[in-house]
């Protein structure tokens, strides 16, 4: 039971990849803080974590909103004093040309995914002892992309630019940080994405399950990992190697 007595907070755990983190880590033992932008979404992974004996609760919040996420921060401390796991899963993805992109659409991508980094980094760390972890989803888009997502891949590749750099002003208060780099995962995300729906994206390679992913986040989270800091784990199926 890596996760017992461990608080862990997951965002973008209503669905995908977040809800499947959240999921294992409760089955493991975690209390878990499940972050969605949609309350049915939350409430419905708290709900299938309850059925099967596990401990979570729901706050729901737009990560991109700093005052929103230092409210489900507060939230978790209240409910149980510290923090152990922040998993920052929650993203979002355009399909625009950049000399179409408004400036609005550019910075709101950069403001979900990367905005919520840093403020679940910024408000959490100061609630978490030493030993806990943080693990930022990142993404295959941050090494090769294809057109009309630059402002997602750019997010990414900045994620993991943030992630070294922040791992090393943790390192004195024993937190590690480190990032997970999905390739092609069966998710509404990848489904929708219409640049695969219209051929101008193929998927190359393995399509990965979202508990594949919860497996390799959670074994990056836990004690499991303590020698893994500052990096980014590929879960990709071979999928860079085929492009």
Request: hydrophobic content about 45%; glycine content about 10%; proline content about 4%.
């Amino acid at each position: 039971m890596r996760f017992s007595g461990k608080t862990c907070i997951v965002t973008g755990g209503g669905s995908g990849i977040g809800r499947s983190t959240c999921r294992r880590m409760a089955k493991e033992g975690g209390r878990v803080v499940v972050v969605d932008l949609h309350s049915d979404a939350a409430e419905a992974t708290v709900s299938e974590i309850a059925s099967t004996g596990g401990t979570a609760l729901a706050a729901v919040a737009d990560v991109g909103d700093a005052s929103a996420v230092q409210a489900a921060i507060a939230k978790a401390v209240h409910a149980f004093d510290a923090i152990h796991v922040i998993v920052n899963d929650a993203a979002m993805m355009t399909f625009t040309p950049i000399l179409e992109t408004s400036d609005d659409e550019f910075f709101q991508v950069l403001r979900v995914n990367l905005g919520s980094v840093f403020s679940f980094c910024k408000y959490g760390a100061p609630h978490m002892p030493p030993g806990s972890s943080i693990v930022n989803i990142s993404s295959v888009h941050a090494h090769k992309t294809t057109e009309n997502v630059v402002p997602y891949a750019a997010s990414k590749g900045a994620i993991e630019a943030f992630t070294r750099g922040f791992s090393l002003e943790m390192a004195s208060r024993k937190i590690r940080v480190n990032a997970v780099a999905p390739g092609a995962v069966d998710t509404p995300m990848l489904w929708n994405n219409p640049n695969v729906k219209s051929g101008a994206e193929k998927i190359r390679g393995a399509v990965g399950k979202p508990e594949d992913l919860a497996a390799a986040i959670c074994f990056v989270a836990s004690e499991d990992a303590e020698f893994v800091n500052g990096a980014t784990l590929i879960v990709d199926g071979g999928r860079l190697a085929q492009l």
